[in-house]
């Protein structure tokens, strides 16, 4: 005993002192809004979230955290939208590139119901 070993205990309460309190973390499941998957919110990661003062927990897995971030364009370089006319419904759009003539330019839900059939 007294061995400080903290390794497969994951789900072993995790005590911090933390603004002079006595705080305790707990692994917690909860549940991606965005694919439904269960996944951990670890008493490591509610840590940081109480250091940073994060009030909200996590509503994504790391996998749609991490796809998120990927499709996000790089910070300082927002995309540019230009406006466009549904080649298929005729309403105005936006789209992330210079419309050209001869290329159709979809609204998102022609280019979604499109990519659906
Ligand atoms: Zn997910
Ligand atoms: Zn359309």
């Given at each position: 005993?007294?061995?400080?070993t903290r390794?497969a205990?994951?789900t072993k309460?995790y005590?911090?002192?933390?603004?002079g309190?006595l705080?305790?973390y707990?692994?917690k499941?909860?549940?991606?809004?965005?694919?439904g998957?269960e996944?951990?919110?670890?008493?490591?990661?509610?840590?940081?979230?109480a250091e940073k003062g994060?009030?909200?927990?996590?509503?994504?897995?790391?996998?749609?955290?991490?796809a998120?971030?990927?499709?996000?364009?790089?910070a300082?370089a927002?995309?540019?939208?230009?406006?466009?006319?549904?080649?298929?419904?005729?309403k105005?759009t936006?789209v992330p590139?210079i419309?050209?003539e001869?290329?159709p330019?979809?609204?998102?839900?022609?280019?979604?119901?499109m990519h659906r059939a």
């Amino acid at each position: 005993m007294g061995s400080k070993t903290r390794s497969a205990g994951a789900t072993k309460p995790y005590f911090i002192y933390f603004g002079g309190f006595l705080t305790m973390y707990e692994d917690k499941t909860l549940v991606c809004k965005d694919c439904g998957a269960e996944f951990v919110f670890t008493a490591g990661e509610q840590e940081f979230y109480a250091e940073k003062g994060f009030q909200n927990e996590p509503t994504r897995c790391k996998a749609c955290r991490t796809a998120r971030k990927a499709s996000r364009p790089a910070a300082g370089a927002p995309r540019e939208m230009h406006d466009a006319i549904c080649a298929n419904c005729g309403k105005p759009t936006q789209v992330p590139f210079i419309p050209r003539e001869d290329r159709p330019v979809y609204c998102s839900e022609c280019f979604a119901a499109m990519h659906r059939a």
